[in-house]
Structure formats: C-alpha cells, structure tokens
C-alpha cells in the first residue's frame, strides 16, 4: 500500500479520537453551500466520505435528510453512535451505494483531496437532481496568527502535511463553474493537552512511528505552556472554513 492509500485509511484505527477532538463545521458554510437550491426547504442530503459525522450532524441540525456514506468501518460505527436520525451506509466516492437523482446537495467534508476524482465526479453526478449541489468543504487553522504558525513548524512530522490544493477540482461537463467563499470559524479547546490530541488525529500523525510523535508532542506541549494565549484555561483556536460549491446542470 502506498502512502497516499495508507494515510486515506488511516483514521479508523483512532474513530474515538477523531469524533471527539476534531472540529465541526460553521453553518454559514453549510448554508452558503446550498444556497444555489434556492429554498429553505427539508432537503436530501448525502454527506460523502463522512467519518465520524462531524459535518453529518450539522446537516442533520439543520432540519436535512441526510444519508451519510463512509468507507471505513470503524469510523461509520463511531458516526452511527454519535449522530442520529440518519441513514448510514458503507461506500466510496467512486461508487456510492445511492440511486440515480436521488438527493439534492453532496456535502464532502475534509475529504475531497482523498477521492479519484476521475471516477468520483461522474458519481456524484450520477445521485446528484439536476440543479443539485456538490460542496466540498474544509476546516483548517488561520495561517497568519503568530502562535498558529509556530505551532504548524513544530507539529511538522517526515510526511508531507500539505493537502491538495481544492481549487484543482477538476471541471467535469456534469457541472458549472466552481465557486469559493471563506468562513471564519473556532474550535474551543480545554488545555495545550487537548490541542495536541486533535494534532494527533491527522493523517501526517497517525501514520508516523510512536518515537517521532511522541518527540512532536512534546515540543507542541512545551510551546503551548509558555505561550500566554494556551498556557492557561480554555482558549479558541481560530480556524476557517474554506468551501466549494459546484452545480448539477442538466444534459
């Protein structure tokens, strides 16, 4: 398995890890991402590629029908637990177990850079109602806070942590033209302890031996202690929410 194959897989081994210490997403992110649908109706939503449901339950907070589909055992089980009222099915990007035109929004959430786009695109369309929305989201750290950055350096590990760019979303003939918009966003953390442990879940992390991330951990745990912004009590970490959207056109 290569390394790519072996990061994508990575996460179901820490399922309970992920669901607790990762972010969630900013409902103006989900609302701007559905917008081009133009009601504020109930809608059939399919969260792709959903792990432990952090973007699931906000879909389902906002009064959706949501089907969430997932590869990984472990991380389907943890989304089953944690979420409710929604239909939970195995599957993959490539091949997603739902009907032809059966929903009308595709949520990917912090996952979009893991798919065979090629093989992916042409699904989505496939379950997508004409006029239907494909909206890939990610959560990430605002880069141009000082502590932030410091913090990157030091939790840099031997496996590349850059993800794909979003903006190379292939143009597919099934689709207009991508659009992009920036949310801010906070995730509230307890303790420098409890930052790191949402460092650790991922993939650049889980997949190095314990030696390295036990060497990274400490570094990010004496930067956080001596920094005023974390060293003491609970603290927000500002992040943001970076979305595409893209419409179904009809053929």
Same mark, same amino acid.
């Not at 906070?186 to 889980?206: F, G, H, K, V």
């Given at each position: #398995?290569?390394?790519?194959?072996?990061?994508?897989? +990575?996460?179901?081994?820490?399922?309970?890890?992920?669901?607790?210490?990762?972010?969630?997403?900013?409902?103006?992110?989900?609302?701007?991402?559905?917008?081009?649908?133009?009601?504020?109706?109930?809608?059939?939503?399919?969260?792709?590629?959903?792990? !432990?449901?952090?973007? !699931? +339950?906000?879909?389902?907070?906002?009064?959706?029908?949501?089907?969430? &589909?997932?590869?990984?055992?472990? #991380?389907?089980?943890?989304?089953?637990?944690?979420?409710?009222?929604?239909?939970?099915?195995?599957? *993959?990007?490539?091949?997603?177990? &739902?009907?032809?035109?059966?929903?009308?929004?595709?949520?990917?959430?912090?996952?979009? *850079?893991? =798919?065979?786009? @090629?093989?992916?695109?042409?699904?989505?369309?496939?379950?997508?109602?004409?006029?239907?929305?494909?909206?890939?989201?990610?959560?990430?750290?605002?880069?141009?806070? /000082?502590?932030?950055? @410091?913090?990157?350096?030091?939790?840099?590990? +031997? &496996?590349?942590?850059?993800?794909?760019?979003?903006? @190379?979303?292939?143009?597919?003939?099934? =689709?207009?033209?991508? /659009?992009?918009?920036?949310?801010?966003?906070?995730?509230?953390?307890? +303790?420098?302890?409890?930052?790191?442990?949402?460092?650790?879940?991922?993939?650049?992390?889980?997949?190095?031996?314990?030696?390295? $991330?036990?060497?990274?951990?400490?570094? #990010?745990?004496?930067?956080?202690?001596?920094?005023? @912004?974390?060293?003491?009590?609970?603290?927000? &970490?500002?992040?943001?929410?970076?979305?595409?959207? #893209?419409? $179904?056109?009809?053929?």
């Amino acid at each position: #398995m290569d390394l790519h194959a072996r990061r994508a897989d +990575s996460f179901g081994a820490q399922a309970g890890a992920y669901a607790e210490h990762r972010p969630d997403y900013p409902v103006a992110a989900i609302r701007w991402a559905l917008e081009p649908l133009g009601t504020s109706e109930r809608l059939d939503v399919l969260d792709l590629a959903a792990g !432990t449901g952090k973007l !699931t +339950s906000g879909l389902v907070a906002e009064g959706h029908r949501v089907t969430a &589909v997932e590869p990984n055992e472990q #991380m389907l089980s943890e989304l089953v637990r944690r979420v409710h009222d929604v239909r939970a099915l195995p599957g *993959h990007a490539e091949h997603i177990p &739902v009907p032809d035109s059966t929903v009308d929004a595709v949520f990917v959430g912090t996952a979009f *850079h893991w =798919f065979d786009q @090629e093989k992916a695109l042409p699904e989505i369309a496939r379950v997508l109602r004409p006029g239907g929305v494909l909206a890939a989201l990610w959560v990430e750290t605002v880069p141009d806070v /000082e502590w932030v950055s @410091e913090l990157e350096q030091l939790s840099a590990s +031997s &496996v590349e942590s850059r993800r794909d760019d979003p903006t @190379e979303i292939m143009a597919h003939p099934s =689709f207009g033209p991508v /659009e992009r918009s920036i949310f801010p966003h906070t995730q509230r953390r307890d +303790s420098p302890e409890a930052l790191i442990a949402t460092t650790n879940t991922y993939s650049r992390m889980i997949v190095i031996d314990e030696e390295e $991330r036990a060497a990274i951990n400490e570094k #990010m745990l004496a930067f956080l202690r001596q920094r005023p @912004e974390t060293s003491n009590g609970p603290f927000d &970490v500002p992040l943001r929410s970076e979305v595409y959207r #893209m419409v $179904r056109v009809s053929e």
